[in-house]
């Protein structure tokens, strides 16, 4: 490779960094409190396909009358028309959990998800996949990030077993508690899933808790969703947010996993 071809190669380098870097603070921007308290974004409706489909603070997240992604459009007609949800903050991810759900399609599967809310998700995932069961982690009580939100978390438990029942009761499994102590019973229980959502307490401490333990939970092969990465609501002190327990949890499990997406999500894959 000549002096010159060379010196192209590190500019290309440098420019996809750069670009990486740029979506990364379009991704933070985007998800800013400043931007959803914006009034422009209040005059109009929140669209489900934005980098991550989240409602303003603090306001109820209605459905958006228009939607580009079909399995969004069907499942709103379907299951959300019918449901009580006040929030739709999953239906961003949609399109990007789509590749991994499809791998899932052909067989019965085993889902879990730590932080189940009003079951927005799980609705998703048992009407996507009918033949998968779902176990669903929380205390319905709310978390840290819900005060002084209008988010009421004494009417959580009862809004997600009527969300549930719409799409198919039988097949969930609620386990209500602190997800230190279930994950530890379903560790006894010697259970095993394809599929792993943490989306529960977004402290630092408990983020790391609940990841080793999901970890010991995973198939190999299986995958593992982290939400809410670059969430820093309460501040930029790793004690109380997702991020810098997450990088240190990758860091734990180097070399056993590889990651499929990073973003505001980050998924990686179980491979030994």
């Known amino acids: 490779m000549d002096d010159s071809a060379a010196e192209l ?11 990486e870097e740029l979506r990364t603070r379009v991704r933070a921007f985007e998800s800013s409190r400043w931007l959803k308290a914006h009034p422009r974004r209040l005059l109009r409706p929140l669209s489900p396909l934005t980098a991550r489909g989240r409602a303003t603070d603090g306001k109820s997240s209605q459905p958006s009358t228009q939607t580009a992604d079909p399995l969004v459009s069907r499942f709103r007609d379907d299951v959300f028309a019918r449901s009580t949800f006040t929030h739709q903050w999953f239906l961003g991810d949609v399109p990007r959990w789509e590749p991994l759900i499809r791998e899932l399609e052909a067989r ?8 189940s809310f009003e079951g927005l998700s799980a609705c998703y995932l048992l ?36 969300n549930v029942a719409v799409v198919d009761a039988s097949r969930a499994r609620k386990l209500v508690g602190d997800s230190k102590r279930v994950l530890l ?19 630092g401490l408990d983020v790391l808790v609940d990841a080793a333990l999901a970890w010991q939970l995973l198939t190999v092969g ?15 002190d790793p004690y109380v947010r997702p991020g810098a327990a997450i990088d240190g949890f990758l860091s734990v499990v180097s070399g056993r996993h590889e990651v499929i997406f990073s973003g505001y999500q980050v998924a990686l894959r179980k491979v030994r």
């Open 9 to 19: 190669e590190t500019e290309n380098k440098h420019l996809r960094a750069e670009l």
């Open 108 to 115: 019965s599967s085993a889902l879990l998800e730590v932080g």
């Open 127 to 162: 009407w996507r996949l009918p033949r998968a069961t779902i176990t669903c982690i929380d205390t319905f009580r709310g978390g840290t990030e819900h005060r002084g939100t209008d988010i009421d978390a004494t009417q959580l438990e009862a809004r997600f077993d009527a």
């Open 185 to 203: 019973d379903l560790a006894a229980e010697k259970r095993a899933f394809d599929l792993i959502y943490v989306d529960g307490s977004h402290l």
């Open 222 to 236: 299986g995958v593992l969703i982290f939400d809410d990465y670059g969430w820093t609501k309460l501040g930029d």
